[in-house]
């Protein structure tokens, strides 16, 4: 594979949660290339399917100001601080945003959502065998709890009323995990 050379680097915008940056490479063939690059300052995050006894799972009813709507997601969140572990997070933000906490969790992907701009690492988790916790949102967050059944989530994947690819991973790897028997 022949590879690309960074010429140089310039922060163009340095934000809360990532950094905006022009990204000059030279060209296999010693060209030059410019690309947007925004980097995520914790890494990344993690998210978390959580599927009870009934074969339901919990999702986050939320805004989201990137689609300008409000979207239907599994619980996740950012790492507190980086080098947090994604098992971590994940169980954190489960029970913050649910107020369930799983005791079985299983991971199933790291996951850059996309790779051409943003570098931004998601580990997905499933967790099972979930146990009532304490609900404690961060005051920015007005989240509703939607109980679903998992084929209904997974048509809803294929319907377009679940398009964040993190939870679209995580569906999908649940029923690939089962179909191999790792759940029941």
């Given at each position: 594979m022949v590879e690309f050379k960074r010429k140089s680097l310039e922060l163009l915008y340095d934000a809360k949660i990532v950094a905006l940056y022009k990204d000059v490479l030279e060209t296999p063939d010693g060209g030059e290339v410019v690309y947007d690059l925004i980097k995520h300052k914790s890494g990344g995050g993690a998210g978390i399917l959580l599927v009870d006894e009934e074969e339901y799972t919990y999702l986050v009813r939320q805004y989201r100001n990137s689609l300008d709507a409000v979207d239907l997601e599994i619980p996740a969140g950012g790492y507190s601080f980086h080098g947090e572990s994604g098992e971590t997070c994940a169980l954190r933000e489960a029970e913050e945003e649910t107020g369930w906490i799983p005791q079985d969790i299983y991971h199933v992907s790291n996951m850059i959502s996309s790779v051409g701009t943003f570098d931004e690492k998601t580990d997905v988790y499933i967790g099972c065998n979930l146990k009532k916790g304490k609900r404690?949102?961060?005051?920015?967050?007005?989240?509703?709890?939607?109980?679903?059944?998992?084929?209904?989530?997974?048509?809803?994947?294929?319907?377009?009323?679940?398009?964040?690819?993190?939870?679209?991973?995580?569906?999908?790897?649940?029923y690939d995990k089962k179909s191999r028997g790792i759940f029941k």
């Open positions: 404690h949102l961060d005051p920015t967050e007005f989240i509703e709890i939607v109980r679903v059944p998992m084929e209904e989530a997974r048509e809803m994947i294929y319907s377009g009323k679940i398009v964040d690819s993190k939870t679209i991973v995580a569906i999908l790897a649940y």
